[in-house]
């Protein structure tokens, strides 16, 4: 079958999701006929904007089970890593220096940690195993006297894996070490609750659970333990003190709104996302030489990344890219020609890990569109695989790795 190059498919929702229309519906107020700033306190305006921003802070904390004082509105999940992390830096430098993470951390907390590191901070990053995993008897054992920090992202942008959160919390309470973590590809999506699992500090988005761009929340923990973060941005004192700068009140309302469908929706979301998760995994899995990566069963719903043996991803995104949003490696790095730094941590070759395609699935996500997919994508593999030496020397059973290329 031809495929129709007409169609425009969107299956990158780890990279951003398209906002509700409800979110939209619900935002548009605050624009103009309700402009008020929520730090005005003396006129009705500064009134409502104030109301409507504690109720999105309501919304938000009834999404993850916790007090609204402990949500502290952000511009994004970058921000807030930043917060988190620089935060306790700064406010525990007494007891002491050392923050452990792992080595698939977005580069947001990744960065963070490099920017710490020239200010006298210790960094332990943890190695992962081949579907992602961190091993909790290496966590243990890096913890030692003067860590004052474990930051272990909830779920992977890439491969979807899911930590034990659980497991992780309980080996930061037996030690008494703060825990945070970058959440922001599962809140929304899967349950996320921080004090079930022992989370203190948790950094989430709004653009990625159908929210608008450019707002999104740290989660501080208030009590057992009270956390105290040292500001990155000085200024009125908004947020408890620990963010100030005039509120997005349109964008905090939209992320209020978001959190509420998603508290209402999430579970009927996710059993239709894996079903066609799985059905678009099952039927590419079935062209030769397809890898599955990350981990299988503990991963986000909506999440595959498959690697096709002998196919260049960009290559092959070239094929359908006009109209299959799909990613390559890390949506945020892709500028980059430099194999998926994830993938090669879960100990892929360059070979496999950059023949990486991530397939993320959305709530506007149809059937129609996976079939499309599924398509599109078989044709373009079987297409590169026809063009290609490589794939058929190994068809032929030479081993490549015994092959000594000439270098022109």
């Known amino acids: 079958m031809t495929v129709n190059r007409q169609r425009h498919i969107y299956l990158d929702n780890n990279a951003t999701t398209p906002t509700d229309p409800r979110v939209v519906e619900a935002m548009l107020p605050y624009f103009y006929e309700h402009p008020g700033n929520a730090a005005s306190r003396n006129h009705p305006f500064g009134w409502a904007a104030e109301e409507a921003v504690d109720y999105a802070r309501e919304q938000v904390a009834n999404l993850l089970e916790v007090d609204s004082k402990e949500i502290i509105f952000t511009s994004g999940a970058t921000e807030s890593d930043n917060l988190g992390i620089k935060g306790v ?136 333990p009270r956390v105290k973060l040292t500001a990155q941005m000085d200024g009125g004192g908004h947020e408890r003190g620990m963010r100030s700068g005039t509120l997005n009140v349109p964008g905090i309302v939209g992320l ?39 981990a299988p069963h503990s991963r986000m719903p909506h999440v595959t990344n498959l690697s096709f043996k002998h196919v ?42 950059h023949s990486s395609i991530r397939f993320s699935l959305g709530r506007f996500t149809t059937e129609e569109d996976v079939d499309y997919a599924i398509k599109a994508v078989a044709e373009g593999v079987n297409h590169m695989r026809d063009l290609s030496p490589i794939w058929e020397m190994y068809k032929e059973g030479i081993d490549l790795s015994t092959v000594q290329w000439q270098e022109h």
């Open 89 to 224: 830096f700064e406010m525990y430098r007494r007891k002491g220096n050392h923050i452990i993470t792992v080595k698939t951390e977005h580069k947001a907390v990744l960065d963070t940690c490099d920017h710490l590191e020239k200010l006298g901070a210790e960094i332990t990053y943890l190695d992962v195993d081949s579907q992602g995993l961190i091993n909790l008897a290496d966590l243990e054992a890096a913890i030692k006297p003067t860590t004052i920090l474990v930051s272990v992202m909830w779920a992977n942008n890439e491969t979807g894996t899911i930590q034990d959160m659980k497991a992780i919390g309980d080996i930061c309470a037996k030690h008494g070490v703060l825990f945070m973590s970058d959440a922001t590809q599962a809140v929304g999506k899967i349950p996320v609750k921080p004090k079930e699992v022992g989370v203190h500090i948790m950094a989430f988005t709004g653009h990625k659970m159908y929210g608008p761009k450019g707002v999104g929340a740290l989660y501080v923990s208030r009590k057992n």
């Open 256 to 294: 209020g709104k978001a959190a509420e469908i998603a508290k209402n929706e999430m579970a009927q979301d996710a059993e239709r996302l894996s079903k066609l998760r799985d059905k678009l995994e099952t039927e590419l899995m079935k062209l030769e030489e397809v890898y599955l990566n990350g």
């Open 312 to 353: 260049e991803g960009e290559g092959l995104m070239m094929t359908f890219n006009q109209n299959i949003a799909v990613s390559s490696g890390s949506a945020c790095t892709s500028a980059s020609l430099e194999p998926s730094y994830v993938l090669v941590a879960l100990g892929l070759g360059d070979d496999l890990a």
